[in-house]
C-alpha cells in the first residue's frame, strides 16, 4: 500500500495571513511541519498540496528550497485539491496534515496509520473523539474514500474541509479512532491566531527540533504560565467558511 502523507498550505488566513511562513526557531512553520511529518513510519511520500492562486507562489518557492514536492490545485476547494493530488501520486491512502501544526507528533500520527492499515478502516484519525491536544490531529483516509466524498459532497464545509462527509456517513464508511490514554483536548497547540504563534515559537525556543510531545506536556508542567498565552483563543467551527 502507498501511504502519501498530503500537507495542505496556503498563505491566505482570515486570522492570520501568511502563517504557514511565519519563522518558527529559524525554519518556517511549513518546513518544521514538513520535517515532523517526513518522520511518521510507513509513509512513501510526503507532498505539500498548495494552491493556483498567485500569493501562494511563495509556498512553491519554500518547497522548493527545502526540497518538498508540491501540488497545485483549487484555493477553496481543498476536496478536490486532495483527491487530485492523490490521483496525481499514485496513492492508496492519505495521510491528511494541515500546515499549522508544527507540535504535529510522528509517533502519535504513526500509529493513526497502524490504526489504518490494521483495522481495514476507510478513515483513521485521532480526533473523532478529542483527546490529544489540538495541533496534533492525523487523518488517514483511503484514496477509495476519498474519491467517493469528493463525487457526493455538495456542501461548503465539506468540500473545504476535505473529510466531514465522511464522518457524518459511518453507514457507508468505517471509521477508526485513536485514543490518548489521558484526555489532554483541552490543550491548543495549532497555530491560527497571534498568540497560536507567540506559544508554538515559545515552546520551539525551549526544546530541540526533535522533541515529542510528552516533552511539551513536561515543559507546561515546569512552565505552566505558557497555556495561559492562547488559552482564550476560539477554536473556529468547521461549518464557518
Not at 494541515?98 to 497502524?114: A, M
Not at 483513521?124 to 484514496?143: F, H, M, Q, R, W
Not at 463525487?151 to 462527509?165: F, G, I, L, S
Request: net charge negative; aromatic share 8%; hydrophobic share 40%.
Amino acid at each position: 500500500m502507498k501511504i502519501v502523507a498530503i500537507i495542505q498550505a496556503r498563505v491566505g488566513s482570515s486570522r492570520l495571513p501568511g502563517k504557514v511562513l511565519a519563522a518558527i526557531a529559524g525554519q518556517s512553520m511549513l518546513s518544521r511541519v514538513i520535517e515532523r511529518v517526513r518522520r511518521i513510519p510507513g509513509l512513501s511520500e510526503v507532498v505539500v498540496a498548495t494552491t493556483l492562486a498567485p500569493q501562494d507562489e511563495a509556498i512553491v518557492e519554500e518547497c522548493g528550497r527545502i526540497g518538498a514536492p508540491f501540488f497545485r490545485g483549487s484555493e477553496n476547494d481543498v476536496l478536490d485539491r486532495y483527491y487530485c493530488a492523490c490521483k496525481e501520486h499514485e496513492a492508496d491512502a492519505v495521510v491528511r496534515i494541515t500546515s499549522d501544526c508544527p507540535l504535529i507528533d510522528p509517533v502519535e500520527s504513526g500509529k493513526v496509520v497502524d490504526a489504518f492499515e490494521t483495522q481495514a478502516a476507510d478513515l483513521a484519525a485521532n480526533d473523532i473523539k478529542a483527546t490529544y491536544p489540538l495541533g496534533l490531529g492525523t487523518e488517514v483516509v483511503s484514496c477509495k474514500a476519498l474519491h467517493l466524498a469528493w463525487r457526493q459532497a455538495t456542501k461548503p464545509y465539506e468540500r473545504q474541509h476535505v473529510t466531514p462527509y465522511i464522518y457524518q456517513h459511518p453507514e457507508q464508511f468505517r471509521l477508526v479512532n485513536v485514543e490518548s490514554p489521558s484526555n489532554y483536548s483541552s490543550l491548543r497547540w495549532t497555530v491560527d491566531t497571534p498568540a497560536d504563534l507567540e506559544f508554538v515559537r515559545s515552546v520551539f525556543a525551549r526544546l530541540d527540533g526533535d522533541f515529542c510531545w510528552h516533552d511539551v506536556l513536561s515543559l507546561l508542567e515546569r512552565e505552566p504560565g505558557l497555556i495561559e498565552i492562547n488559552r482564550n483563543v476560539r477554536q473556529k467551527a468547521i461549518e464557518e467558511c
